[in-house]
Each structure stands twice: as structure tokens, then as C-alpha cells.
């Protein structure tokens, strides 16, 4: 199946040209995962090798880029027998209603087991990684919460500052993939 999601995003999701990316920054690599992650193969598998990455019950990740990912993961669970609750956070708080950055089935964010007094913990869903910025946001969203979040999981590193990032955040970055791995011909 991995190399299967290769093979989609060679075809689907990477180009190379000049391009100026959403931090910013230029590159002769852009990845846009979205026309893999929104055909029901890509993302039957892209969830498959997410979900070996994610030891908790709640997946998150900020809108638009991990919408497709955080319902798959759930729905993939689901058919294996597992519940899985997912959480799409906003760019910023909704300006009517709730004014709830954070959709979905919010879990309580301590639980009480053996151990006494629990944090619940959450795997933030990623796209591709490049700065890190985007996963940031939406860690950050959650710890301000009260959510313990000690992990990202994203299909692509582009490999341009993320992981570092992520290490000075006190996270994990697990990748399916890196930049290198969609320019091998």
C-alpha cells in the first residue's frame, strides 16, 4: 500500500515548477495532497498508514488540509472496530453561534484511571509539513484547550524547518514520506 500512496502522490500531488508556498518561502517543490486524499483509494490507503501512527483515541487536525484526513482515519477505524473520535479545529474561532474553533465530539480533557488523574491525549493530522506552522496552530489550539498533544503524523515532510519545529514544541513529527521521496523518478 505504500508504495501504491507513492505512486498517487508522483502523479497527483507533486510538481515541480517555481512556486511560493503558504509560509512564504519559494520552491521548485509544491505538494498539494488534496487530489489524492479526496479520491476514495487515496485515501482508503493514506488512512490505513496514518492510523498505524496513532496510539490515541482522538485525531485532529486544522481545516482544510486534514479534513479529509481526520474523517478517513475515523471512518477506517470504525470498519476495524474501533472508535476513533475526530476534531476539525478552525484557522480562528467561528465569529457566530458557539464561537467554537474546535468541531466535533469534543472528549473531556482529563479522564480518571489507574493512574489517578489523566490528560486526554490527542494526535494532530497533517497534510504535508513544511514549516510546521499549520500543525502548530492547531496543537496550540488544543493544549490551550487542556489536550495532551505529543504527536503530528503527516504524509510529506517537505523537509524546510518542520521537524525542528515540531522538536521545539516537545512533539513527534511521524511522516509517511519526505520531499526526496516524491522527486526519485
Known sequence: ????LLQ???KYAYRKGDFTLSSGKTSQHYVNCKP?????????????LLL???????VAGLTLGADPLVSGACCLA??????LRGLIIRKEPKGHGTASQVEGPLPPVTTTGKGGVVKTKITVLEDV????????????VLRDLGYEVNRVVTIVD????????MIEAN????????IEDLCQE
Open 8 to 10: 498517487l502522490l508522483k
Open 1 to 4: 500500500m505504500r508504495e501504491d
Open 171 to 178: 512533539l513527534e513529527l511521524c511522516s509517511l514520506f519526505t
Open 158 to 165: 517537505r523537509q524546510e524547518g518542520g521537524r525542528d519545529a
Open 78 to 83: 470504525a470498519a476495524h472496530g474501533y472508535k
Open 52 to 58: 498505524q501512527h496513532v496510539d490515541d483515541d482522538v
Open 36 to 48: 489524492v486524499t479526496l479520491r476514495s483509494d487515496g485515501l482508503w490507503i493514506v488512512s490505513d
Open 129 to 140: 509539513v513544511t514549516t510546521g506552522g499549520s500543525a502548530l496552530k492547531a496543537v496550540k
